[in-house]
């Protein structure tokens, strides 16, 4: 009765169900790591703005790289803008997911160190951006600032390749080793978002702080996933008990005719 299912159809069939159970359990595994990962992150992010700011130089120092569990902490930092060496980042939008720049502005601090600053975001005052934006100028003298301190970005991280030729004072990533060659100086590693002073009048706008990520959906995924392993195999026998039922039919139907009488 169930002989069909040696046919060449159902051999592959049974194959593809058998390859499927595994490998939507592994995927239900993974959504759940991502889950964790997610979720990880978003209570480092939670405790690193909530943390309170210290001196920069307790996080960083020349040639540093920002660690994980250092992004997004405040700090504070006491020097003077460097507005001859400022540049601006290409390509970064607002909150409104407008195209514009982001204005980078070495601060210069009180033993002699260099902080880049990222003082937000400009919109673009020309359809081709090649010519260096109208920026609003920093306070001038000696200024305290805090900012969330964030790590030099890469293509790999942020998708935005580093491209060559850009107008002059154009940026497409922010990379403290490349500035500290630009500028001849010891540069922070790394660069902070400003956070305050808070901008007043025709000043950048600050840069976002950064939302959690939805690490439900992960988990959600992982039950979808293992609710498909499970819908496999019974599928995969409605499938069975409808062919055999489907040829038992056949068979019933064919039979009368094969043993009918001939006609004399």
């Avoid at 502005?105 to 005052?125: E, F, H, K, M």
């Amino acid at each position: 009765m169930y002989r069909f299912l040696l046919s060449r159809q159902w051999v592959i069939l049974t194959l593809v169900a058998l390859l499927l159970i595994p490998t939507m359990i592994r995927l239900g595994f993974w959504q759940m790591h991502r889950h964790d990962e997610r979720a990880a992150r978003n209570r480092l992010v939670s405790e690193a703005l909530e943390a309170k700011p210290v001196p920069v130089e307790r996080l960083t120092s020349p040639g540093h790289t920002v660690t994980r569990g250092e992004r997004y902490r405040g700090v504070t930092a006491t020097g003077t803008f460097d507005t001859a060496h400022e540049v601006v980042v290409r390509r970064r939008v607002n909150s409104d997911e407008e195209v514009g720049f982001h204005v980078l502005t070495p601060l210069v601090l009180t033993d002699g160190d260099v902080l880049l600053v990222n003082r937000g975001w400009i919109p673009a005052d020309a359809p081709s951006q090649t010519a260096f934006p109208k920026v609003p100028a920093p306070p001038a003298g000696q200024v305290t600032v805090t900012g969330r301190l964030m790590p030099d970005e890469t293509t790999e991280a942020s998708g935005i390749k580093n491209l060559q030729g850009l107008p002059d004072r154009q940026i497409m990533l922010i990379d403290s080793a490349r500035e500290a060659k630009r500028l001849g100086a010891e540069v922070l590693g790394g660069y902070i978002a400003l956070t305050a002073p808070e901008p007043k009048g025709d000043t950048p706008e600050p840069v976002g702080a950064p939302g959690d990520e939805d690490a439900a959906l992960n988990y959600a995924y992982a039950i979808q996933w293992w609710l498909f392993a499970a819908g496999v195999p019974v599928g995969w026998f409605v499938l069975v008990r409808r062919e055999r039922r489907d040829r038992a039919a056949a068979a019933a139907q064919a039979r009368p005719q094969e043993t009918a009488p001939a006609a004399v």
